[in-house]
């Protein structure tokens, strides 16, 4: 998890042109890792990936560029920090039965995980927080939430 997910979180794309938003599929290999493991607390995920994260791209801006920029890149440890720590509140690994249920709180994790990293960011960088960036974050939460659950699912019934 704590190699797999930094990896996937520099494939990205930014889905509005003028804003630092930006998407990975490093939280779609989270989620479906917390789903899949039942020996991985979440919390402790949360803490070790979140703090990879910021780590790998630590090192990436050292090596790319010579220098690196905290401020831009701690506030993604909250993300996984949020996600970790709710996911575990809110006992998803107790609801495998009830898969539309893992799907919107998969849903509901995402977006808030991803609006406390934006607020520490929009206090620590220039982000900017927007109405459209607030939509944005809810749809790709859907997508990418039913996403993992589909595919989490075939693989639960392909066993």
Known sequence: MIIAVPITGELKFYPLSDADLRFSMSTTVFFFILLWSRKIHPV??????????????????????????FPNHFPVFFYYMVFGMF??????????HRPLLIGLLG???????N???????HFTTDMKMTTSSFLIIIGVAIIRSF???GFFNTILVRE
């Open 115 to 121: 609006i406390t990293e934006m607020t520490i960011r």
């Open 87 to 96: 996911f575990h509140i809110f006992k998803v690994k107790k609801l495998y």
């Open 147 to 149: 996403f993992v659950l």
């Open 44 to 69: 402790l995920a949360g803490f070790l990936t979140g703090s990879a994260v910021v780590c790998f791209r630590i090192i990436l801006d050292k090596v790319e560029v010579g220098s690196f920029d």
């Open 107 to 113: 849903m509901e994790l995402e977006i808030m995980g």
